[in-house]
């Protein structure tokens, strides 16, 4: 399986960007073996609106199982959720913590609604 | 012929100015209220025989049926209103702005038209004055479409008075493109300064003819004066401070029916644009 956590930066080291649709990075991950790669996401940090779908056909594209970030609009959360990407939030810290609070359970908590309000126009 | 009241800054006195205006002028007056997010010239000029209708925009309904995931309705979005995923489209019906393109670039005619409502615009009348205005829709977002719609009713043989929105952005551009003149209406204060700056260099980049008008015009300083006469602007109008005007607005009544004196300056102010476009 692969998860997908939003980052403000390219490694594993890097803390966790708050935001999903205009997040700096995703860090797709691999749990068991720890291989990554990032995907940059700067293309839609200038975006007026939208940024949230594209950020979702982003993560859908990248064929993960589960995404952590911080918060989740709901634009995204719906283009997550039909795609059956299930969602955690509230996730802050180190990305590497992150994927290691995921693999032992602490993080299982999967998000039924979005938890912010779409901020475009 | 068209003249638009703008401002960069909220609460100058737009309306003041234009239903003043409006009510001063003879003959065959339109007033278009333009913004449509808060619209409150019908306060002052209390128009009668109200109609309504209903303004929609169009948007993409897609028949899952008919499409094959083929995705050009995605591309061509630039506002990502529609978006396949996986073996679905999704729609985001509140992000459209109505282009229609979905629909006729979709190749197995999986698109059809559906519509979202903006708002209201009603149609009334006040003495001499054909009298319209938007009211957006609670939850509405998008405002330009309906200031469009309530344009629609500028009329070419008449004086179209059109109250605009605070600001520079895109409500405000819909409201004054394809303006004659531009009143920008301003108070001497350094918030007023800089977002009179603003509204300029939006004047100029659409080339739209424009001056002043300065409302409370004796607070603040003089800085609003002389920023007028450096970049050469005329100052078309100056109304004072004056605690009647402010009670006869509280009391939403018009200024020219207040203060009978003030009638003669709005006229003065209309030969004055008269004037400019020469």
Request: a negative charge; charged letters at 20%; glycine letters at 8%.
């Amino acid at each position: 399986m692969k998860i997908a956590i939003t980052s403000s930066g390219k490694d594993l080291n890097a803390e966790v960007d708050p935001r999903f649709g205009r997040a700096a990075y995703f860090i797709i991950v691999d749990p068991d073996t720890m291989e990554y790669e990032a995907i940059e996401n700067t293309q839609n940090m200038g975006l007026p609106q939208g940024a949230g779908v594209q950020a979702g056909k982003t993560i859908v594209g990248s064929q993960v199982d589960v995404l952590l970030t911080g918060n989740c609009g709901p634009k995204a959360f719906k283009v997550l959720e039909t795609a059956g990407i299930r969602v955690i939030i509230n996730a802050n810290g180190k990305v590497k913590d992150m994927v290691e609070q995921f693999k032992s359970g602490e993080l299982s908590d999967y998000a039924k609604n979005p938890n912010v309000n779409g901020h475009w126009m | 012929m068209v003249i638009a009241v703008a401002s960069g800054k909220g609460g100058t006195g737009k309306t003041t100015i234009a239903t003043n205006l409006a009510a001063s002028v003879d003959g065959n007056v339109r007033y278009l209220d333009c913004d449509v997010e808060e619209p409150n010239a019908h306060i002052f000029l209390k128009p009668t025989d109200l109609e309504s209708e209903t303004v929609t925009l169009p948007i993409p309904e897609v028949d899952q049926t008919k499409c094959d995931l083929c995705g050009i309705c995605d591309q061509i979005c630039q506002f990502s209103a529609i978006a396949v995923m996986g073996e679905y489209v999704m729609t985001f019906p509140e992000m459209c702005h109505g282009c229609k393109g979905c629909m006729m670039a979709c190749p197995t005619g999986a698109i059809s038209e559906s519509s979202r409502e903006l708002g209201k615009l009603e149609k009334g009348r006040s003495g001499h004055i054909e009298f319209f205005h938007g009211q957006m829709r609670v939850g509405e977002a998008m405002s330009p479409p309906l200031i469009e719609a309530v344009k629609e009713h500028v009329q070419a043989n008449a004086l179209n008075i059109v109250d605009a929105p605070p600001g520079t952005s895109c409500p405000v551009i819909a409201a004054i493109k394809d303006a004659d003149f531009l009143l920008l209406v301003t108070e001497p204060t350094p918030f007023g300064l800089n977002d009179l700056k603003l509204a300029v260099e939006t004047a100029r980049l659409m080339k739209i003819p424009f001056g002043i008008v300065i409302n409370r015009a004796d607070v603040g300083d003089n800085r609003t004066v002389e920023y007028a006469k450096e970049e050469n602007i005329p100052i078309m109008m100056e109304i004072p401070d004056k605690r009647d005007i402010a009670v006869a607005y509280s009391n939403g009544i018009l200024m020219v029916e207040a203060l009978p004196e003030m009638r003669e300056k709005f006229q003065a102010l209309y030969q004055n644009v008269l004037e400019q476009l020469k």
